[in-house]
């Protein structure tokens, strides 16, 4: 599958030459390790090489100041091509050296021509509100379509409202692209387990049966489609616990709700509580629920060692 | 305290690493803590490379970002590359390696610091060798 990525995700904050923020190249590593082919739009690539012509522009202007202030104060500087020491980086070149290879796809006359219907007249996925025509976004978004069209499937990763609204919900459908707003989300439609999402299910495990009992339409084997918002804690007693948005399912449709989970003051049982609960789109009556059910949430690291090499480190005055 | 940590060494230091109000220090296996010291009692957030029991926190494909009470996000900690990002905290990214530390974009390889409050101090507007234990912080050692 292809995966579109947009200039807000693929952001870096300095020159690239400096190096590629982590996030990013382990995302892409672990995309292209899935079977996945990275795709820039032209549009996106041109944005980012704009960032990047910025910070070398920048840098070599803190070079020139400095150079001039050493001189200022007497301090020989040698000779130097600040053109030179700061070069423009090929992001392709670069990400390739690094194993990721990113194909560009330059957008169609027909991309343009619908882009400026679109943002003209104000059509999905566009809001009718729109203070800004978003050209550019709807160039890509047509990009993404036009790719999903072709292969039968593809997936845009991008936080931009025009990208990631609701609007463009049915026309995504229709040419099967998926939609992702960040990386975590990106690699679940990938097959490859997000973190975030990983530590989710390794919580919900011990729960779901329950969860089932208490009436809550979710499937019978364990599965969600989407993990947002997750925030873990290793508790004192060596056990995980955590809260975050999931969706799945089940056998009413689509349920989603925001749990929270963690040990239960009595040993050998889990405290889990679902807020916000929507099932088929409609918000349950009541939306939230509390159970307790029997078991033991995932084991932390052991601390004992951890503290005790610490321990030596810090534990006494020297 | 004595150790060597990032291509330095650190003797009868009282924190050799400073980043914003937070200790770095390294363990004999090279697992980086990292101990919070703007409360009253020191707060220990990274604990040998794992994130510290009671500590928020949120894994991502590069690591584990460290959450404040609110859910603020405030740092990344990358534990396969040593590097310590902020996220909201305004400071200079932070990497220790075997053989040097790295701040922002400051190389540190090959240096002693001996008899000194801190070794190395990171603030938002770069890097400070050497000096006192800023006012305000808890005691690291206890």
């Known amino acids: ?318 | 305290m004595n150790l060597i940590m990032g291509g330095q060494v650190f003797e009868n230091v009282r924190i050799p690493i400073l980043w914003g109000t937070r200790a770095i220090v390294q363990d004999k296996k090279s697992r980086m803590s990292v101990i919070e010291l703007a409360e009253d009692r020191p707060q220990i957030e990274i604990l040998a490379g794992q994130p510290a029991p009671g500590v928020r926190f949120r894994p991502r494909v590069d690591g584990i970002v460290v959450l404040a009470a609110d859910d603020r996000e405030l740092y990344l900690y990358n534990a396969r590359e040593g590097i310590l990002s902020s996220i909201s905290l305004g400071l200079p990214e932070c990497q220790i390696t075997a053989d040097s530390t790295r701040v922002g974009s400051t190389y540190v390889s090959g240096s002693g610091f001996s008899g000194l409050g801190v070794g190395i101090r990171v603030t938002a507007d770069g890097i400070l060798l050497g000096g006192a234990v800023p006012e305000g912080l808890a005691e690291l050692v206890a």
């Not at chain 1, 990400?95 to 882009?115: K, S, T």
């Not at chain 1, 960040?182 to 495990?205: E, K, M, N, W, Y």
């Not at chain 1, 679902?274 to 029997?294: C, E, F, M, T, Y």
């Open chain 1, 1 to 318: 599958m292809r995966v579109i990525l947009n200039s807000d995700v693929m952001h870096l904050t300095g020159l690239a030459s400096r190096g590629i923020p982590p996030h990013i190249e382990a995302f892409c590593k672990d995309a292209i390790e899935s079977g996945a082919k990275l795709v820039l739009p032209r549009t996106v690539l041109l944005e980012l090489q704009r960032f990047q012509s910025e910070y070398a522009e920048q840098r070599r202007n803190e070079l020139r100041k400095a150079s001039k202030l050493m001189t200022d104060y007497g301090v020989a500087v040698p000779i130097h091509d600040v053109e030179n020491l700061v070069k423009n980086v090929d992001l392709i070149e670069l990400f390739g050296l690094m194993g990721i290879n990113l194909e560009v796809v330059d957008p169609l006359l027909e991309d343009y021509q619908d882009a400026e219907r679109r943002a003209s007249l104000h059509l999905s996925p566009q809001s009718a509100s729109a203070k800004a025509d978003e050209m550019r976004d709807l160039v890509i978004w047509n990009v993404a379509i036009r790719i999903a069209e072709r292969d039968g499937k593809a997936l845009l990763v991008s936080r931009d409202e025009v990208h990631s609204h609701d609007r463009g919900a049915d026309e995504a459908a229709a040419v099967g692209l998926l939609r992702a707003s960040t990386f975590d989300d990106a690699l679940v439609h990938l097959g490859r387990a997000s973190p975030v999402g990983t530590l989710a299910i390794r919580l919900l495990a011990p729960v779901w049966e329950t969860l089932r009992q208490a009436g809550l339409p979710l499937p019978e084997q364990l599965a969600i489609s989407r993990v947002a918002e997750g925030t873990f804690v290793s508790e004192p007693i060596g056990r995980l616990s955590g809260s975050f948005r999931f969706s799945a399912v089940g056998s009413s449709g689509p349920i989603s709700a925001k749990a929270s989970i963690r040990p239960y003051e009595l040993e050998g049982h889990i405290e889990v509580t679902l807020r916000n609960i929507v099932i088929a789109g409609k918000p349950r009556d009541p939306d939230s629920l509390q159970v307790v059910a029997r078991g033991d949430l995932p084991s932390t690291p052991p601390i004992d060692e951890r503290i005790a090499a610490l321990r030596e480190l810090v534990g006494k005055k020297t």
